[in-house]
C-alpha cells in the first residue's frame, strides 16, 4: 500500500496514497502553506488562487516530497486543482511506482 511521509501539518505521519481523501488533504496543507492562506477550494485553479511561477515550482517540490513521487512542474500544472493533484498521487497515476 503506498504511503507518503507528511509535512508538520500532518505531525509527521505517514500518509496512505490510495485513500483519495488523504490525498486531498495533503494537497490542500501543501497549497495552504504555500499561498499561505488559512483555506482553499478544492476547485480552484492554482494560478487564480494567487500562485505564480514560482510558486508552482515549490509547489511541485513539496508535493514531491511529501509523496515520495517525482513530480513536474508542468504536470503540477496541468493538474491545475487541488482535486486534480490528488489525483497525480493516486497509486494508479501515470508514472506511479
Known amino acids: 500500500m ?3 511521509h507528511a509535512d508538520a501539518d500532518f505531525d509527521d505521519a505517514f500518509i496512505d496514497l490510495s485513500d483519495s481523501f ?3 488533504e495533503l494537497v490542500r496543507s501543501i497549497w ?3 499561498l499561505r ?3 482553499i477550494g478544492d476547485d480552484v485553479a492554482f494560478l487564480d488562487a494567487g500562485g505564480n ?3 508552482l515550482a515549490a509547489l511541485a517540490e513539496k508535493l514531491s516530497s ?7 512542474t508542468r504536470d503540477v500544472l496541468r493538474a491545475q486543482t487541488v482535486k ?5 498521487l493516486a497509486p494508479h497515476a501515470p508514472g506511479a511506482d
Do not use: D, W
Not at 511529501?66 to 513536474?72: C, E
Not at 486534480?84 to 497525480?88: I, W
Open 2 to 4: 503506498p504511503e507518503a
Open 66 to 72: 511529501a509523496s515520495g513521487r517525482k513530480l513536474k
Open 32 to 34: 495552504c502553506e504555500v
Open 37 to 39: 492562506v488559512r483555506e
Open 84 to 88: 486534480g493533484q490528488a489525483e497525480l
Open 53 to 55: 511561477s514560482l510558486l
Open 22 to 24: 488523504a490525498r486531498v
